[in-house]
Nanobody, 128 residues
Framework: QVQLVESGGGLVQAGGSLRLSCAAS????????MGWFRQTPGKERQIVAA????????YYADSVSGRFTVSRDNAKNTVYLQMNSLQPEDTAAYYC?????????????????????WGQGTQVTVSS
């Protein structure tokens, strides 16, 4: 069973940057699609970015495209989300997730229901 732990969240001013990390343990995630989601109170969890097992294919929500970059280091069993030009509307709890149902897939699910393992989340707050 895979455990995911996010880190790197915090308070930042608009226009600033943060780098989130998602460290996996218990099982390697090097063969799985990994996703980053975010959620604000009262709203559904939404996809931010996803990355294929090899790191060669990625997906971004329109709202973050060009500002956020997802990457992974399979040797470290870790996935990253570099967030630049942060805006107050990026304020949310950020979660990483693994789609462990399919190995070595290039299909990047956008629905949270297609991911099986989740971290506990890290809060990102962007002040104006």
């Amino acid at each position: 069973q895979v455990q995911l732990v996010e880190s790197g969240g915090g308070l930042v001013q608009a226009g600033g940057s943060l780098r989130l990390s998602c460290a996996a343990s218990g099982r390697t995630v090097s063969s799985y699609v990994m996703g980053w989601f975010r959620q604000t109170p009262g709203k559904e969890r939404q996809i931010v970015a996803a990355i294929s097992w090899s790191g060669t294919k990625s997906y971004y929500a329109d709202s973050v495209s060009g500002r956020f970059t997802v990457s992974r280091d399979n040797a470290k069993n870790t996935v990253y989300l570099q967030m630049n030009s942060l805006q107050p509307e990026d304020t949310a709890a950020y979660y990483c997730a693994a789609d462990v149902d399919y190995s070595r897939s290039y299909y990047l699910p956008s629905s949270p229901r297609q991911y099986d393992a989740w971290g506990q989340g890290t809060q990102v707050t962007v002040s104006s």
